[in-house]
T-cell receptor, first 117, second 115 residues
C-alpha cells in the first residue's frame, strides 16, 4: 500500500524557532512536494524536488528551505518561524511524468498542523 | 497565466442524489487533470484522473468529464452518500518545460450530504 508519512500531526513552536518537518515516502517516487493549506486559499506549493539534492521553488518559497539527501525523504525547514507560518503543511510524492505507464497523481501524507505562537 | 477555479465553493445535496462539482481551467496546454477528495483532518486522496485525449472517464460511482473547448472539468458522484461529504479539489498538470511535475490546484468545493 502506498505510503507518505509525516513526522508530526500537530506541532506548536515559538516565534523565531527553527522548525523541521519531515516527510518519508515508500514508493520510490522521484518527485516530492511541500504545500501549505490555508482556509480559502487552497493548496499552495512551497518547494518541490525532482531528484536527490535537486529542488525548485514553488509559488511561496519565502521563509522556507528544503533538503533532500535521500530519495525517500524530503524535509521542510522554517529557519525562523513566524506567526504567519501557522498553517497545515502537506507533503506529497509522485512518479516522474517521463516514465511510461505510471500514474501522475500525487500521493499525500496526512498533514502537519503547525501553530507558531 | 495558469489558473484552476471552481464555480461553486459549497454544494449541499440529499443522500442518494447525484452530485456535480465543476472546475474551470484557463491553460489550454494542460493535458492531465485530477480530482482529489479531502476529509476533515486528512490529506487529499485521489479520486479519479483524466488525460486530455479523453472526454470522459468512469470510476466506481464517479465520472469525470472534460470539455477542452470551454476548458471545463466536472466530477459527477452517483448516489451520493454521507461518507462523500468532504472538500473536493481539481488540479491540472501541464507536460513539458519546467513545470511538468507540478499540479496546480483549485481552491476546493465543500460537498455536504444531508441524510
Amino acid at each position: 500500500d502506498v505510503k507518505v508519512t509525516q513526522s508530526s500531526r500537530y506541532l506548536v513552536k515559538r516565534t523565531g524557532e527553527k522548525v523541521f518537518l519531515e516527510c518519508v515516502q515508500d514508493m520510490d517516487h522521484e518527485n516530492m512536494f511541500w504545500y501549505r493549506q490555508d482556509p480559502g486559499l487552497g493548496l499552495r506549493l512551497i518547494y518541490f524536488s525532482y531528484d536527490v539534492k535537486m529542488k525548485e521553488k514553488g509559488d511561496i518559497p519565502e521563509g522556507y528551505s528544503v533538503s533532500r539527501e535521500k530519495k525517500e525523504r524530503f524535509s521542510l525547514i522554517l529557519e525562523s518561524a513566524s506567526t504567519n507560518q501557522t498553517s497545515m503543511y502537506l507533503c506529497a510524492s509522485s512518479f516522474d511524468r517521463k516514465l511510461a505507464g505510471v500514474s501522475y497523481e500525487q500521493y499525500f501524507g496526512p498533514g502537519t498542523r503547525l501553530t507558531v505562537t | 497565466g495558469e489558473s484552476v477555479g471552481l464555480h461553486l465553493p459549497t454544494l449541499s445535496v440529499q443522500e442518494g442524489d447525484n452530485s456535480i462539482i465543476n472546475c474551470a481551467y484557463s491553460n489550454s496546454a494542460s493535458d492531465y487533470f485530477i480530482w482529489y477528495k479531502q476529509e476533515s483532518g486528512k490529506g487529499p486522496q485521489f479520486i479519479i484522473d483524466i488525460r486530455s485525449n479523453m472526454d470522459k472517464r468512469q470510476g466506481q460511482r464517479v465520472t469525470v468529464l472534460l470539455n477542452k473547448t470551454v476548458k471545463h472539468l466536472s466530477l459527477q458522484i452517483a448516489a451520493t452518500q454521507p461518507g462523500d461529504s468532504a472538500v473536493y479539489f481539481c488540479a491540472e498538470n501541464r507536460n513539458g518545460g519546467g513545470s511538468n511535475y507540478k499540479l496546480t490546484f483549485g481552491k476546493g468545493t465543500l460537498l455536504t450530504v444531508n441524510p
